[in-house]
């Protein structure tokens, strides 16, 4: 079966640290994806990645950055945690040319206090 | 730019009883469009998608979704629900043209009533 699997369901990291999410996918997609996902506004696209070391920005991408050194893993960094991060984090992946994710991990609940 | 609305934040359905989930679009074309699932816990599980052809979808679970021109509508369907069913339900456009991303809803939650 088909999986996309992030690194921690649950994190709780202070304001100012520096924050990795991990996300390993074992199906030999090109495009990777990040979200997060807020009570009332759905998922909005952080950043994505359609090759290895390839990154574009999404929609929400102010506060995080982005690693691709292998096709397999996609990592998220915030750089300097704030409390407005403080989210659902949900990592994505899917084959081919359209930016249409189509499997999901269980994502990241990340509290910063 | 494309959107997409989900008017429903919440609906409760009988076990067993019809259901349908609206969801409108914002496009100049005809868009691709999506529905997820997403359970308690866990990450969205796409269920169905429309590119072209048939404006009647089928999907996974029982689930199909008609994709209506005139209307900008894309609603999801099942003809009976089951307790299972309990999720929160994501519709999505994006574009079909070059390496569009996609836009989601804020989300329906349904819940199943014994």
């Known amino acids: 079966d088909v999986k996309v699997t992030q690194s921690s369901r649950y994190l709780v990291k202070r304001t100012g640290e520096k924050v990795f999410l991990e996300c390993v996918q074992d199906?030999?997609?090109?495009?990777m994806f990040w979200y997060r996902q807020d009570p009332g506004l759905g998922l909005r696209l952080i950043y994505f990645s359609y090759d290895v070391k390839m990154k574009e920005k999404g929609d929400i991408p102010e506060g995080y950055s982005v690693s691709r050194e292998k096709k397999e893993r996609f990592s998220l960094i915030l750089e300097s945690a704030s409390t407005n991060q403080t989210s659902m984090y949900l990592c994505a992946s899917s084959l081919g040319q359209g930016l249409q994710p189509q499997h999901f991990g269980d994502g990241t609940r990340l509290s910063i206090l | 730019a494309q959107s997409v609305t989900q008017p429903d934040i919440h609906i409760t359905v009988s076990e067993g009883a019809s259901l349908e989930l609206r969801c409108n679009y914002s496009y100049g074309a005809t868009p691709y469009l999506f529905w997820y699932v997403q359970s308690p816990g866990q990450g969205l599980q796409l269920l169905l998608k429309y590119f072209s052809g048939d404006t009647l979808v089928q999907g996974i679970k029982g689930f199909e979704a008609e994709f209506k021109r005139s209307q900008s509508s894309f609603n999801l369907r099942k003809p009976s629900v089951h307790w299972s069913d309990a999720a929160e339900y994501f519709c999505?456009?994006?574009?079909?043209?070059?390496?569009?991303?996609?836009?989601f809803g804020t989300g329906t939650r349904l819940l199943v009533s014994p």
């Open positions: 999505a456009v994006g574009a079909p043209v070059g390496f569009q991303k996609l836009v």
């Open positions: 199906m030999d997609h090109e495009n």
